[in-house]
């Protein structure tokens, strides 16, 4: 292990550790850390977004103040060696990070060339490496993910060959930044039985997350993080046995997400959108097949499935965004085609920096407002950034900010374009209990404002709150749909209990 050699009791250590940011842009710095974490422990970070977790992380991992830059006071020690002083390709030996976006740490284009990358970028052997991916793939279960094109995976099929490739490096020390953020429910439990067995090998692992329920019975403690100082430490134990609202009063999302709160369903009459002989092909394979489907006009569609069922494709289709897609639209009396139906959806994207095109925070609200009287442009814009929390903001680039704030710009931009259906695709991924429910007030508003939303979600907390509709696909098509009835709540129940 290079520079680190040997054992210590603890093996990360935080001592009067003190970290901002470089840019006055950014206020999640992390304040006075004093803590441990030893050998072999599984520590989840929580707290509410801009809180410090992923800032923690980076100090552990090496990347602040290395890659990101800021004014660092303290210690933090791995071995008992200073992180600050350590250089990247040492630590890298030592701690592998799984980061919220697998895209952001791959290197190659296939997926086994990325699981060799690291072992390569070490000096390790060609025969060790051939012995590691072999290892690594039947200990994770990717053996079908193998030989194949990154660009060809799903959110959740990148998210496991990015731990295969940490965990081929076979490091002491694994950071994950909200692993699970844009997972299904059957790939998040494939994600807690990969922690489950790297904390049986003897690993030490740090989870900063959002997501807490897959987690319970993994943790050994749980650090929660308020304004960039630990507010709490305890064990897992102890956590567990915190209330719903004490968890809610935190900013924590549930430990126990059930489907209690029924939300009316929005009745069926002439007042309908219909998709008819909706298909779509990438090349010789259909993904899309709905010959027929009608949604209440004003509903809250939870778009479910999972991840590679179809669902982002569907978006795209019923958005007019894939050109070769056929099949009509029909809204209040008129067909819409694909050209057509550009002018009447708009859609929010899981990767919302794809969408982010301009300087500054307000600006990008003003981008989906009319434009023809600009007070009055101004006056929305400056109303929706309140509603989302975002008018401290308004003069800051969109790209500056992180992740669930730039989620929630998106979805500003997606209310100022005052389109009559709005498609949302995963509007709470990263985002902590209070901001869930103010997307979800938000989506509230939306269809009491007459618009119909669909949801593609795999957050159970934001179904309960706001869904009053849902459509399953399954290998491009519709399973089943329908509102709040016994058998579909059901359906939900056990769609989302595989953990």
């Not at 001592?15 to 006075?32: A, H, I, K, L």
């Not at 939300?263 to 027929?292: A, H, K």
């Not at 442009?377 to 509603?387: F, G, R």
């Not at 929390?389 to 800051?396: E, I, P, S, V």
Request: with cysteine.
């Amino acid at each position: 292990m290079g520079a680190f050699v040997g054992r210590c009791v603890f093996l990360i250590e935080f001592q009067n550790v003190t970290f901002t940011y470089q840019s006055t842009e950014r206020e999640s710095g992390v304040y006075n850390l004093n803590f441990t974490i030893p050998d072999g422990q599984v520590v989840l970070l929580c707290g509410e977004s801009g809180c410090g977790k992923t800032t923690l992380t980076r100090l552990i991992n090496g990347l602040a103040p290395e890659y990101y830059d800021g004014q660092l006071s303290g210690e933090v020690l791995i071995n008992g060696k200073n992180t600050a002083k350590t250089p990247l390709y040492e630590l890298s030996k030592i701690v592998g990070s799984v980061f919220q976006n697998p895209r952001s740490q791959f290197f190659t284009v296939d997926t086994t060339g990325e699981i060799a990358f690291g072992c390569e970028n070490i000096g390790l052997p060609k025969e060790e490496i051939y012995k590691r991916i072999g290892q690594v793939s039947g200990e994770l279960k990717i053996h079908k993910l193998l030989d194949r094109s990154l660009f060809a995976l799903s959110g959740g099929e990148k998210q496991k060959i990015a731990c295969a490739s940490v965990s081929a490096m076979e490091p002491e020390i694994i950071v994950l930044d909200e692993p699970s953020s844009n997972l299904d429910v059957a790939t998040i439990a494939d994600l807690r039985e990969v922690v489950a067995k790297w904390k049986a090998m003897g690993k030490t692992i740090i989870v900063a997350e959002h997501r807490l329920y897959y987690l319970m019975g993994v943790a050994d403690r749980v650090v929660y993080l308020k304004e960039g100082r630990i507010a709490k430490d305890v064990s897992a134990v102890d956590f567990g046995n915190l209330s719903e609202a004490q968890l809610q009063k935190m900013g924590l999302r549930s430990l126990h997400p059930t489907f209690t709160s029924e939300i009316p369903v929005t009745p069926m009459n002439d007042e309908t959108i219909s998709l008819t002989d909706f298909r779509f092909s990438y090349g010789r394979n259909e993904t899309i097949n709905i010959p027929q489907l009608s949604i209440p006009r004003g509903a809250i569609v939870g778009v479910l499935g999972d991840n590679g069922a179809g669902k982002t494709t569907f978006a795209k289709c019923l958005c007019g965004l894939e050109k070769s897609a056929t099949g009509v639209l029909q809204i209040g009396g008129d067909n819409l085609n694909a050209k057509q139906r550009i002018h009447k959806c708009y859609m929010v994207m899981q990767d919302v920096n794809h969408q982010l095109f301009t300087e500054s925070v307000e600006d990008e609200i003003l981008l989906s407002l009319p434009g023809e009287d600009e007070g009055a442009d101004k006056q929305q814009a400056e109303k929706i950034l309140s509603n989302l929390k975002l008018l401290q903001f308004r003069n800051l680039h969109p790209m500056s900010l992180s992740g669930g704030q730039k989620q929630r710009v998106a979805i500003g931009s997606a209310i100022a374009s005052d389109k009559e259906v709005l498609v949302f695709d995963e509007p709470t991924s990263g985002l902590d209990y209070h901001h869930m429910i103010e997307v979800a007030t938000n989506l509230i508003a939306l269809s009491k404002m007459g618009k119909t939303l669909f949801i593609i979600t795999h957050d159970p907390e934001l179904i309960a709150q706001c869904c009053n509709y849902f459509m399953f696909i399954e290998h491009g098509k519709i399973k089943w749909s329908g509102g709040w009835t016994a058998d579909n709540r059901q359906r939900l129940h056990n769609f989302f209990s595989t953990i």
